[in-house]
């Protein structure tokens, strides 16, 4: 038997037997297990007035969820990618740089075109998405216990945060070189806000998963 299983079992034998929570913690402390290893047991059971533990519902992968996930996170990263190149065209079309080559203007407009069509097809498909996942975890709260829905957002985190960690980082080395141009700030601005919304928003939804799951 695995030691998970086993303070699984030995938690839901105490509950089972009315011993307070917090003197199974203290108990299982001297046991040597970890704090986390103790309030994640404990966790697996609902605080509900029940004879008997009522454990809570755990992570599940589903295919089709699986498949709506990845499509709705690609969107996503295609959307953000898109707006983000929409923007960095206007901008150097705005503020244009004395060295570009021959034929910028046309690759320009290419670019445009392709970041517009690129939005116009993967957003309405986030949206939907968005709205049709938002919709189904409304219903069935079990589904927030999606492993596919919370690896998405944490690597969605990751991805976030690792953009505005090099945004500043080149904010920050271009500032030492006294290198700041309008144009330059402009495009830092725009990564962090594509990557900062992103970031906050599934931080803030990840939160609210864990107070689900704690009430």
């Given amino acids: 038997m695995a030691a998970g299983d086993e303070l699984f079992d030995f938690v839901r034998e105490a509950l089972g037997r009315g011993v307070p929570r917090d ?3 203290e108990t299982l402390r001297q046991a040597g297990w970890t704090t ?12 509900v007035d029940f004879p008997i533990p009522v454990p809570r519902a755990r992570p599940y992968l ?7 996930y990845l499509v709705l996170f690609g969107t996503l990263y295609t959307s953000a990618y898109s707006l983000g190149s929409l923007i960095f065209d206007f901008i150097n079309r705005a503020f244009p740089d ?9 690759y320009l407009r290419q670019s445009i075109r392709w ?3 690129s939005l116009i097809v993967a957003f309405p498909v986030f949206l939907y998405l968005s709205w049709l996942t938002d919709r189904d975890v409304t219903s069935d709260p079990v589904k927030r216990a999606s492993k596919v829905r919370r690896w998405l957002t944490y690597l969605t985190l990751f991805f976030a945060a690792c953009a505005l960690l090099g945004d ?17 700030l402009l495009k830092i601005v725009t990564v962090a806000l594509i990557a900062g919304t992103a970031f906050v928003y599934y931080l803030r939804d990840l939160r609210h998963d864990e107070i689900e799951r704690r009430g």
């Fill in 115 to 117: 970041s517009v069509s």
């Fill in 23 to 25: 003197r199974i913690e």
């Fill in 98 to 106: 004395a060295a570009t080559f021959a034929g910028y203007d046309e």
């Fill in 168 to 184: 500043f980082t080149t904010l920050v080395y271009n500032a030492l070189g006294g290198e700041l141009t309008v144009r330059f």
């Fill in 62 to 68: 589903s295919a089709r969820e699986a498949f709506i």
């Fill in 36 to 47: 986390d290893q103790i309030r994640g047991a404990l966790r697996a059971f609902a605080e």
